[in-house]
């Protein structure tokens, strides 16, 4: 079984940045795919990236496009997510998955077997 801990999260002010960090332990890294999901209270949990399973390839929500940045160091066994210009609406605890699909991307929850404990990101204006 992996575990995994986010880090990085907190209070950072509207258009700043925070570079969030999820540590895989226990065995091999990832099996597949691996991404960063987000829930704000009172609303589902949504993707926001995800990275292939070689890292060649990424996938963003629309809302985060060209202002965060998905990236995996194998060897750290760590997933990043660099979010910059952020917004408040880009609060909301922010989960790391892995274990996602061999051959794509996986952009829905199911597509992942395990998460991470969630860390907060809190963005005011």
């Known amino acids: 079984q992996v575990q995994l801990v986010e880090s990085g999260g907190g209070l950072v002010q509207a258009g700043g940045s925070l570079r969030l960090s999820c540590a895989a332990s226990?065995?091999?890294?990832?099996?597949?795919?691996m991404g960063w999901f987000r829930q704000a209270p009172g609303k589902e949990r949504e993707f926001v990236a995800a990275?292939?399973?070689?890292?060649?390839?990424?996938e963003y929500a629309d809302s985060v496009k060209g202002r965060f940045t998905i990236s995996r160091d194998n060897a750290k066994r760590t997933m990043y997510l660099e979010m910059n210009s952020l917004k408040p609406e880009d609060t909301a605890v922010y989960y790391c998955?892995?274990?996602?699909?061999?051959?794509?991307?996986?952009?829905?929850?199911?597509?992942?077997?395990?998460w991470g404990q969630g860390t907060q990101v809190t963005v005011s204006s």
């Open positions: 990275i292939s399973l070689g890292g060649t390839k990424t």
């Open positions: 998955a892995v274990d996602g699909p061999t051959f794509r991307l996986g952009v829905r929850l199911l597509d992942y077997k395990n």
């Open positions: 226990g065995r091999t890294f990832s099996s597949g795919a």
